[in-house]
């Protein structure tokens, strides 16, 4: 082994080669990568710099535009100046006489000209006062003796400060250069703009002024100058005076004042880009030396074109700081060789310690994993838990710890000799599979309970874990980890014992007394004494509480987010709007307004109560407060085939059709000025809607401004699960006469005829002479057991098929007594009431065979129209009902029975195919046909029974495939 691992690796000087090779690209790689990191950071501090460029310019441009404004504010501000040139405005617009003028613009001129004489010194160019509308030129300071011209068509930034009365500042290009001018308008005591104070600033020069100042500022910080300049579009100095032009260098793009030779050499060389939307860097070369050029375009007054026409540029001396990198990344690089050949020498010298080395480490290996083994087989030989290998083609046992032979009582020896269903009984057969599957995919199982058998034929409880592993050639084997769990078995029983005892004792005697206290409450004892009333109503209440107490400390496991839910129930919709209209009389007279509540339908709606008088009360209070006063609110209510639409109508200032749609979001409120003092969060109309789509149904609004609004609420019907015929038999196996008692009027009140036995011999007895549909059983019965009959009623041929609703404390205990036998059972826990009572046995009763009932269709389409089609065709031939949504058709497939399904897929809360999983859970394998106008993919097409198109094809051909499956 150790001479064959220093021929391979220690021996092999392509491999020598190859990985001197690879050291060297690594070394290359890396160094190129450093140098671009450096390469990046000076790109980024060139970038630094171009944007202190930048900011220059655009500082210098900012600070010109202020200085000039204020300047001209400081003169418009001069109450000397403005009385005179109100009074100039007067005489002006009365027409007189220019020369009339005169007095008024000598008094004015040594005023402005004191402004003029300090303004100078600051690039001030020009210092003209104007008169409205037509930019009449009141006086010109650096020229008094010309006046009097009208600039209307030549001075557009002055023009626009006297039509819109708002200050102006913008750069404009004139016969003199080009000037920065700022423009206040000054208004009479009635608001009116009379004339404009007009102050110009040559921008050449005060760029110059800058670069002087950053000159001075460089010679003392010892650094690159930053120098500046104006560039302006050749084809616009034409208008300047021929004087002018004489000064400016111009190029085929740009113009300048600029007498810098480098500036004069880059423009005669097309250095700079002639057409310019945005700023941006260059960095130009002249006279061997490397300059950072940034440009920023600077807009021009009245000029909209999208190409820059005057430019700001900015340019510093960079080629030191250029040298400078150039020379560090010469140096870098001969750093990185020197280190790539020292790591090379190093690695030469490594590779021959190492082969020395290796032969003793090899063998050093060696006695370690020998000891390594030893431990590991000292742990498995002394392990408290059974351990087993297991041959995985064919289960047999080839090796097992000591532990083992302690749990199933078999040597190691014997185990050999065994087959794997020898100790596993047959009965696991599938649940084998499963985990060998899971084994496959992987490559682990468990943890999995089952049993072996004991060599003396005992059954034991076990779990198992186990991993799937290779010996390094063809053969698999599994290592499995076993635990006995037959103390935790016994001690589970002993606690759901515990459980099932104190359930039965505590419930059943509690389903007396509550169903008592209800039936003397309402009635059926005759009548009450109001103190009889009110303490019966506390026994009543109480026992409720100390129902929902004992659920929460014996069936702790079933609490889930069940906490939320809707507590629904059948609800008369006459009830419940007279009531919504009682709560808000009160509120209703307080605002002066009269509410009406007209023609009802008389219908039941599966609802809960509160949750829905909370919509009402969103909706009645919003049409209290909006309508006027005197005015009138109707609550009314109309049938929309299986549902019916709530509507509250008022006569308020009503809702734009363009403000509809924002109503039912959250925090939306309107903004009109009538709503404005209404208040509100804006979530109310919000809430009502998710309480809406939570019931199966929706809410809207019907308005239009100035005519009202009705706000609506729609919601199912309440369909009953499956009515009893009059004179229907349910017999009640009970052994409780209070508890029978209350199951028998239950019964009645649902309109079943009840029969009561006390125990098994006498249910035998009617059920031979009498016919029933349906029997309740409770499990524990004195003296005997309700499993042992339901078994022997399930062996009978005569009552084989009669549905059975077991009324008991021990429900989990019976479901694991008579899983295999769920034909025709249903389960209701202990205390019961009216409501799922008649719930249970209606699912019950619709198990029945086709041949014994009517066969029914449930039809999820939110078209109303298809809806009453599909009645007609299909309501001689089966019980068809419809519903409109997800949450609708869910509700009422948990707690009905069908035959077929016919199912839309566009749904107002989703696709109709989410449905399918509840219709396999709840109605088993049922046919379901898809009649919709959207299309279904191919991996859905194979979960339902047919797809058709509302395009090809028509209603009654629908029916009739549909009258075929259901025959």
């Known amino acids: 082994m150790i001479n064959k691992i220093k021929q391979r690796y220690f021996s092999n000087t392509n491999l020598y080669l190859l990985v001197a090779a690879a050291v060297m690209l690594v070394m290359l790689l890396s160094a190129w990568y450093a140098m671009q990191q450096r390469q990046q950071s000076f790109d980024t501090r060139l970038s630094h710099l171009h944007q202190l460029q930048l900011n220059q310019l655009a500082q210098v441009n900012y600070d010109a535009r202020q200085q000039v404004m204020v300047a001209a504010q400081l003169v418009a501000s001069d109450q000397h100046i403005k009385q005179l040139l109100l009074a100039a405005a007067e005489r002006y617009r009365a027409n007189e006489p220019a020369a009339a003028l005169n007095p008024l613009r000598e008094q004015v001129s040594p005023l402005l000209n004191h402004y003029w004489q300090t303004l100078q010194p600051y690039a001030a160019s020009q210092l003209h006062l104007h008169l409205a509308p037509d930019a009449y030129t009141f006086l010109r300071a650096h020229r008094p003796e010309r006046h009097s011209d009208r600039l209307a068509d030549m001075r557009p930034l002055v023009m626009h400060s006297l039509n819109s009365g708002k200050n102006a500042v913008g750069i404009e290009l004139g016969k003199h250069g080009l000037g920065l001018r700022a ?64 000064n400016w260098y111009q190029s085929e793009g740009w113009s300048t004042a600029e007498s810098s030779a480098l500036l004069r050499y880059w423009l005669g060389n097309n250095a700079l880009p002639r057409q310019l939307t945005q700023q941006q860097q260059l960095l130009l070369n002249y006279d061997g030396r490397e300059y950072l050029v940034s440009l920023l375009p600077m807009p021009v007054w009245g000029e909209d074109q999208a190409e820059a026409r005057l430019l700001s540029v900015s340019w510093q001396d960079v080629t030191a700081q250029i040298n400078a990198q150039q020379k560090a990344n010469k140096l870098i690089w001969l750093i990185w060789f020197a280190a790539t050949l020292l790591l090379l020498a190093l690695g030469v010298l490594l590779v021959s310690y190492l082969r020395r ?102 059954l034991i409880d076990i779990e198992l874990n186990g991993v799937l592993f290779s010996d390094g050639g063809d053969e698999k084997f599994i290592w499995t980890i076993i635990k006995d769990i037959s103390e935790i078995k016994r001690l589970e029983k002993l606690k759901d014992d515990f459980v099932s005892t104190v359930s039965h004792e505590l419930r059943t005697p509690l389903t007396s007394i509550s169903g008592s206290l209800g039936l003397v409450l309402g009635g059926a004892g005759g009548a009450l004494g109001p103190k009889a009333e009110k303490l019966l109503s506390i026994a009543h209440k109480n026992s409720q509480r100390l129902n929902l107490l004992i659920n929460d400390l014996l069936d702790i496991e079933k609490l889930m987010a069940g906490k939320m839910r809707f507590d629904e129930a059948a609800v008369a919709l006459p009830r419940l709007l007279r009531e919504a209209l009682e709560q808000h009389q009160p509120f209703a007279l307080q605002h002066k307004v009269s509410l009406t509540l007209q023609d009802v339908p008389d219908v039941q709606l599966w609802i809960d109560t509160a949750r829905i008088q909370q919509v009402l009360t969103n909706f009645l209070s919003n049409a209290v407060k909006f309508s006027p006063s005197g005015a009138e609110v109707i609550l009314s209510a109309e049938l929309q085939g299986q549902k019916v639409r709530i509507s509250v109508q008022d006569k308020g200032p009503g809702i734009a059709a363009a403000d509809q749609p924002q109503l039912f979001k959250r925090f939306s ?102 016919s029933y549909v349906a029997l309740t059983l409770d499990l524990k019965l004195h003296n005997d057991s309700g499993a042992d009959f339901f078994l022997r009623l399930r062996d009978n041929p005569a009552t084989a098929n009669l549905p059975v609703l077991v009324i008991s404390a021990f429900v989990e205990h019976g479901k694991l007594q008579l899983a295999a036998l769920a034909h025709a059972l249903d389960w209701l826990e202990k205390p019961v009431t009216p409501e799922l009572l008649s719930v249970k046995l209606g699912q019950l009763l619709s198990q029945l065979p086709t041949t014994n009932r009517y066969q029914r269709i449930l039809h999820v389409e939110d078209d109303q129209d298809i809806v009453t089609i599909m009645r007609m065709q299909l309501e ?87 009258k075929n499956i259901l025959n």
């Open 183 to 246: 423009v206040v308008p000054l208004t009479d005591p009635k608001g009116m703009v009379q004339g404009a104070v007009e102050l110009g600033v040559d921008l050449q020069k005060v760029f110059q002024q800058v670069q002087t100042g950053l000159a001075a500022g460089d010679s003392e910080n010892d650094s690159a100058e930053m120098s500046m300049a104006l560039l302006v579009a050749s084809d616009i100095t034409a208008v300047l005076n021929k004087d002018m032009q004489q």
């Open 669 to 770: 409120q309107l903004n009109h000025a009538d709503n404005q003092a209404k208040g509100g969060t804006g979530l109310g109309l919000a809430i009502s809607r998710e309480i809406a789509l939570h019931s199966g149904g929706d809410v809207g609004v019907k308005s239009a401004a100035g005519q009202g609004a009705t706000f609506w609420l729609e919601l199912p019907l309440h369909q009953p699960e499956v009515q009893a015929e009059q004179g229907d038999a349910v017999l009640v196996l009970e052994d409780d006469a209070d508890t029978a008692h209350l199951l028998c009027e239950f019964l009645r009140a649902q309109h079943y005829v009840p029969d009561w036995a006390a125990d098994t011999s006498t249910a035998w007895q009617k059920l031979t002479n009498q």
């Open 876 to 962: 001689n031939l089966c019980d068809y009902q419809a519903v409109a949504s997800l949450a609708q058709a869910r509700k009422t497939l948990q707690q009905q029975r069908f035959d077929l399904i016919l199912l839309d897929l566009g749904l107002p809360d989703g696709n109709g195919i989410d449905v399918l999983p509840d219709i396999a859970a709840t109605q088993g394998d049922i046919p379901v046909v898809i009649f919709s106008a959207q299309d279904l993919s191919a991996e859905h097409k194979t979960q339902v029974r047919a797809v058709y198109s509302k395009s090809r094809i028509n209603t009654e051909v629908l029916a009739n495939y549909l």
């Open 357 to 458: 080395q290796a032969l003793y480490e090899v063998a050093d290996q060696q006695a370690l994993l020998k000891q390594q083994e030893q431990k590991l087989s000292a742990l498995y030989q002394l392990s408290p838990l059974p351990i087993l290998l297991n041959r995985f083609s064919d289960g047999a046992y080839i090796e097992a710890n000591p532990a083992m032979e302690q749990l199933v009582g078999y040597t190691p020896e014997e185990l050999k000799q065994l087959s794997y269903w020898d100790l596993t009984p047959e009965c696991y057969a599938d649940a084998e599979q499963q985990q060998l599957k899971a084994l496959t995919d992987t490559g682990r199982y468990g943890p999995y309970v089952k049993q072996y058998r004991h060599k003396n034929g005992d």
